[in-house]
């Protein structure tokens, strides 16, 4: 029983992580019918401003060296400001162009991140030590939870609660859920498309960085596509969660991140290798099931 309990602590936190990128991905997609997939970069840029710019394996700290706040505040600015200039460089001026075309300009900006990521830092994996003090377990009722698991949890919980009471108690929120039901219909009752969809990708530079700073905390590791894996399995609880449904997003990012724990504690060994395979089939049942997803929305519809 025991065992169980460590194992759905264990998948709590990662199915946080998973929700808080799939939050990131479901923002702008409810809006603009866009999946982002320079998100992961967004989330490695937030990594690296951790550091400076330099070949060494250990570079010193550059946001890192701050206090706890402040060095919080600046990659999130960071993100947040990196996120609104791909909105407003790379996305902007095609708005008005197909899916496709948002699709392959998101590929684009991507590749240039990865890119400008390598020339200034070097493709070499870099270690950062940051709030190292959380990686040690704290005994809850005879669980073993390390701190880092307990932040995770927390900071989600935090941010979903802000999110939820933004979108039901500001008038930015209503209109943004007003933009994600209908786009076209709320433009022509005055909602701002600009505003929104800038608001839209500014959340997810929000997102981004509390991710970024998460998985350093986690890891202690600087790595050019430290972002990739986080938003891939995203984008299936996405997927599963219901395209353009934030609740489904949050939901999706749960149960992926508990699927991919559980098939790592309780597969025979020689079949662990082969856990990914197995979540991606637990994807394909639930879209079997249920092709819209575990929530439905209107989202097929075409917004911008």
């Known amino acids: ?7 759905l602590v264990d998948a709590a936190a990662l199915g946080s992580l998973y929700a808080l990128v799939a939050l990131a991905i479901g923002f702008v997609f409810g809006i603009m019918r866009l999946i ?14 951790l550091v400076v710019p330099t070949a060494s394996v250990a570079p010193p700290l550059l946001f890192g060296a ?34 496709a075309t948002l699709l392959v300009s998101s590929f684009a900006v991507s590749y240039f991140l990865q890119h400008l990521i390598m020339l200034v830092h070097t493709g070499r994996p870099k270690s950062i030590d940051i709030a190292s003090g959380l990686g040690r377990a704290v005994d809850i009722g005879g669980l073993r939870v390390p701190g880092t698991q307990l932040l995770t949890m927390a900071t989600a919980a935090v941010l979903l609660t802000a999110l939820v009471l933004f979108l039901k ?16 219909v709320a433009r022509l009752l005055g909602v701002p498309a600009n505003r929104v969809i800038a608001l839209a990708f500014a959340i997810s530079g929000i997102l981004s ?29 996405t997927v599963i969660g219901g395209m353009g449904s934030l609740p489904g997003a949050a939901l999706g990012g749960f149960l992926v991140g508990a699927a991919s724990v559980l098939l790592q504690i309780y597969l025979p060994p020689d ?26 929305t209107s989202a097929n519809r075409e917004r911008v």
């Open 1 to 7: 029983m025991m065992n169980l309990l460590q194992a």
């Open 36 to 49: 982002n997939f320079a998100q992961g970069d967004y989330i490695t840029v937030g990594a690296y401003s």
């Open 66 to 99: 701050l206090p706890a706040p402040l060095m919080i505040a600046a990659v999130v600015a960071t993100v947040v400001i990196l996120a609104l200039a791909t909105e407003r460089l790379a996305f902007r001026p095609l708005r008005q162009t197909s899916p």
């Open 169 to 184: 108690r500001s008038a930015l929120g209503m209109q943004m859920r007003a933009a994600a039901e209908n786009f076209q």
């Open 209 to 237: 960085a509390s991710v970024s700073l998460l998985l350093v905390v986690q890891t202690g590791t600087l790595d050019l596509r430290m972002g990739t894996m986080p938003v891939i399995y995203a984008f299936f609880a």
């Open 271 to 296: 079949l662990r290798p082969f856990r990914d395979a197995g979540v991606f089939a637990l994807v394909i049942l639930i879209l079997l099931w249920r092709p819209a997803g575990l929530i439905a």
